[in-house]
């Protein structure tokens, strides 16, 4: 049997989804192809929220998030990163490699972004963008967007948004929200295998893009998206066509289903696991008010031990979950129920979770 | 009924490497991925025949090419490209936009590197690097790789060597030849679908990548190798796992047929096709001494059209071969016969060319 994966991606891949990615794939330069790679991109923007083009890239997350580094922006540009965590220090170190005068304002492991530090900081300096994650993986915590996002807007700084674990199963309106770059990728909340990210970009940050000095071939968004324009659209490269395969069929099963539904069920899952967790005599590791619907963190009581949680639940109910990273390990464990979540895995999560703290 | 992919890549995959890209992709982070990695690992390393690492990127190959150009080099580093079509031009492309002063050196779509013309080359100038392609699928040439390394190695010039198309369908020993970056992908002679590059450097490569000084972060080859390395080996990312899963696989059963009987029925193939062609008193497009026997280009008769005879052959008989690019497009029409070919799909593409050329 499976291993149950709730894990912050990848995570649980639907029967018929699996079944496609086992298919054949389609060359790349073919009319099944062009449709598939068409109608992919339709379902993307309908995701997005966005009148602009997806853009699908052979890669990580962490692909996406250069990929938008290296098109958006000049060595020396001065830019700012609101961080909440291993993420928000993943797209600053990716900042700083380009050589990009990038500033790290740190708001704490476990916390969100403090709306009004954030506008002290774009008030009082000019920076070429804003750089934040939507939902913090390793934390646990989701940044509101909306609200930052109006908050940057007030000082025309564009926003870039790593939504990496979070689109398609929180609500993020691209072009309602005025952001500027969105980057997503297949094994998270779009219920597919690794392999793809997704970035979308707003005019403004196309308009950034003419001005860019920086190397880029493999990443270049600008031919991405020629590709995407054309009559019979495709990839600069040879895609990842049975990820593409099975994107195309996890995104009509969200569509067909509806996004608020998506969101109101993904939303519902967070409550019932933070719910089980208190009812355990658990603490939450961040505020209930800032807490993921996604992933949820949760603090290692005394005299546990976080590996031993993770292992026995592993071994003894075939149910993964993580620990913590960087500063917060052994301090927690995570719990992810992003994507595909049946009923019973939830079930069979809450019960391995309960053996395990039982039986130490 | 699946078509038939006699291209250049993606090829068709085996029926037991179609059911595992099928499966749920492992987490990465888990002693399953822990021992299937490093068991790829192992098999990559006898295919390239290296004792150093073979890094896995997630990317298709020109993401692998890219990766070597900004590990290994610094901005205005000369570098010589010798190119015998579509890809070689890739190469130089590639250096370009990381700022390398790239001299392109161009035998000819339709040539191999001539050796004398390169070691002159080599020997009036003092570049850091040459880069060139193994098996140029553009034109259906085969460079001879131990040669050239040899001229090469004559003037301590480190040999990069594009093997997209080539490894592990025709002889490559990258250390014994002296080879120093290697990059190949996952679905052409290696069976699987597109999705993943892998990398191997020499010794004194991974001493150039100390000097290196072009951006890098997702691409980076040293934490690639970091992560190889660990008693847990992963990847810095997370990787395209059910790629990985199926290269695993194909690897296996490359090495149980073993390299040597692979190459000699790989060999086969490419006389089988030149043959055929022949028989239909066609023209084979480069000098049969330099043919690759991966992939054949034909030059289309005259009063023939190239786009009809591909379309009639997929729509009428299932079969997908493919055109000329760039200056040859309309000029030849090219048979994949690389990776993964069964006897009966041999026999369909020559009945439908044959039919194609007769109803025409």
Same mark, same amino acid.
């Given at each position: 049997?499976?291993?149950?994966?709730?894990?912050?991606?990848?995570?649980?891949?639907? &029967?018929?989804?699996?079944?496609?990615?086992? +298919?054949?794939?389609?060359?790349?330069?073919?009319?099944?192809?062009?449709?598939?790679?068409?109608?992919? /991109?339709?379902?993307?923007?309908?995701?997005?929220?966005?009148?602009?083009?997806?853009?699908?890239?052979?890669? !990580?997350?962490?692909?996406?998030?250069?990929?938008? *580094?290296?098109?958006?922006?000049?060595?020396?540009?001065?830019?700012?990163?609101?961080?909440?965590?291993?993420?928000?220090?993943?797209?600053?170190?990716?900042?700083?490699? =380009?050589?990009?005068?990038?500033?790290?304002?740190?708001?704490?492991?476990?916390?969100?972004?403090?709306?009004?530090?954030?506008? /002290?900081?774009?008030?009082?300096?000019?920076?070429?963008? +804003?750089?934040?994650?939507?939902? &913090?993986?390793?934390?646990?915590?989701?940044?509101?967007?909306?609200?930052?996002?109006?908050?940057? /807007?007030?000082?025309?700084?564009?926003?870039?948004?790593?939504?990496? !674990?979070?689109?398609?199963?929180?609500?993020?309106?691209?072009?309602?929200?005025?952001?500027?770059?969105?980057?997503?990728?297949?094994?998270?909340?779009?219920?597919?295998?690794?392999?793809?990210?997704?970035?979308?970009?707003?005019?403004?940050?196309?308009?950034?893009?003419?001005?860019?000095?920086?190397?880029?071939?493999?990443?270049?968004?600008?031919?991405? %998206?020629?590709?995407?324009?054309?009559?019979?659209?495709?990839?600069? /490269?040879?895609?990842?066509?049975?990820?593409?395969?099975?994107?195309?069929?996890?995104?009509?099963?969200?569509?067909?289903?509806?996004?608020?539904?998506? =969101?109101?069920?993904? #939303?519902? =899952?967070?409550?019932? *696991? %933070? &719910?089980?967790?208190?009812?355990?005599?658990?603490?939450?590791?961040?505020?209930?008010?800032?807490?993921?619907?996604?992933?949820? #963190?949760?603090? *290692?009581?005394?005299?546990?031990? #976080? !590996?031993?949680?993770?292992?026995?639940?592993?071994?003894?109910?075939? *149910? +993964?979950?993580?620990?913590?990273?960087?500063?917060?390990?052994?301090?927690?464990?995570?719990?992810?129920?992003?994507? =595909?979540?049946?009923?019973?895995?939830?079930?069979?999560?809450?019960?391995? +979770?309960?053996?395990?703290?039982?039986?130490?």
């Amino acid at each position: 049997m499976d291993k149950i994966l709730m894990t912050p991606g990848p995570t649980m891949v639907p &029967e018929e989804v699996k079944r496609i990615s086992g +298919l054949q794939p389609f060359h790349h330069r073919t009319p099944e192809f062009y449709e598939l790679f068409s109608n992919l /991109n339709k379902n993307l923007k309908k995701i997005f929220k966005t009148k602009n083009e997806v853009l699908t890239l052979t890669s !990580s997350g962490t692909g996406g998030m250069e990929a938008v *580094v290296a098109n958006l922006f000049s060595s020396k540009d001065k830019v700012l990163v609101a961080s909440i965590g291993n993420f928000g220090e993943r797209f600053y170190n990716i900042a700083i490699s =380009y050589g990009l005068d990038a500033e790290l304002c740190d708001f704490g492991w476990g916390q969100a972004v403090d709306l009004n530090i954030l506008e /002290n900081k774009l008030k009082n300096d000019n920076y070429k963008a +804003l750089f934040v994650t939507h939902n &913090e993986t390793s934390t646990g915590v989701t940044n509101n967007i909306r609200e930052i996002a109006q908050t940057a /807007n007030k000082y025309n700084t564009p926003v870039i948004v790593d939504a990496v !674990s979070s689109l398609g199963g929180i609500p993020l309106e691209m072009d309602e929200w005025g952001l500027d770059a969105v980057v997503t990728c297949s094994q998270k909340c779009l219920m597919s295998p690794p392999g793809l990210s997704f970035v979308a970009l707003s005019d403004r940050a196309w308009n950034m893009a003419e001005k860019s000095n920086l190397p880029k071939f493999y990443f270049d968004l600008k031919k991405a %998206r020629q590709g995407v324009l054309k009559a019979k659209p495709d990839t600069p /490269n040879t895609p990842a066509v049975s990820t593409i395969m099975a994107v195309k069929k996890a995104t009509d099963m969200l569509l067909e289903k509806g996004m608020d539904n998506v =969101y109101k069920n993904q #939303a519902l =899952y967070g409550k019932r *696991v %933070r &719910e089980y967790i208190k009812s355990l005599g658990l603490e939450l590791f961040p505020e209930e008010s800032i807490a993921s619907d996604l992933i949820t #963190a949760v603090k *290692v009581p005394e005299n546990y031990n #976080a !590996s031993k949680i993770i292992s026995y639940m592993s071994e003894k109910h075939n *149910v +993964l979950i993580t620990g913590g990273q960087g500063p917060l390990k052994g301090k927690i464990i995570r719990i992810g129920h992003m994507g =595909y979540v049946a009923e019973e895995m939830l079930e069979k999560t809450f019960e391995a +979770l309960r053996d395990a703290l039982s039986s130490m």
